[in-house]
Nanobody
Framework: QVQLVESGGGVVQAGGSLRLSCAAS????????MGWFRQDPGKDREFVTA????????YGIDSVKGRFTISRDNAKNTVYLQMNSLKPEDTAVYYC?????????????????WGKGTLVTVSS
């Protein structure tokens, strides 16, 4: 089984930055794609971004391009989400996910492993 634990959420003023981390553990964890979704209460879950084991990435929300950057450290089985120039509309619970499937399927399928989420609140 794979466990994902997110950290780094919190409250920040608009224009500020946060860095989320997600550490994966478990004996069966392989060269998985890892990434992030977010969900604001009352809204559908959104695919934010994901990165393959080899470093290819994709972003699912146009409004975060140029502000959010995904990275990963394979030796630590950890993926990061650097969020800059945060806006109130970025407020959401951010969930980490991991799955052996490639980037193309991520916005459309139910992924195998999920963290419990970390809350990001951006105040205006």
């Amino acid at each position: 089984q794979v466990q994902l634990v997110e950290s780094g959420g919190g409250v920040v003023q608009a224009g500020g930055s946060l860095r989320l981390s997600c550490a994966a553990s478990g004996r069966t964890f392989g060269p998985y794609t890892m990434g992030w979704f977010r969900q604001d209460p009352g809204k559908d879950r959104e695919f934010v971004t994901a990165m393959t084991w080899s470093g290819s990435s994709t972003y699912g929300i146009d409004s975060v391009k140029g502000r959010f950057t995904i990275s990963r450290d394979n030796a630590k089985n950890t993926v990061y989400l650097q969020m800059n120039s945060l806006k109130p509309e970025d407020t959401a619970v951010y969930y980490c996910a991991a799955d052996p499937r490639g980037l193309g399927s991520w916005p459309f399928v139910e992924l195998n492993y999920w963290g419990k989420g970390t809350l990001v609140t951006v105040s205006s």
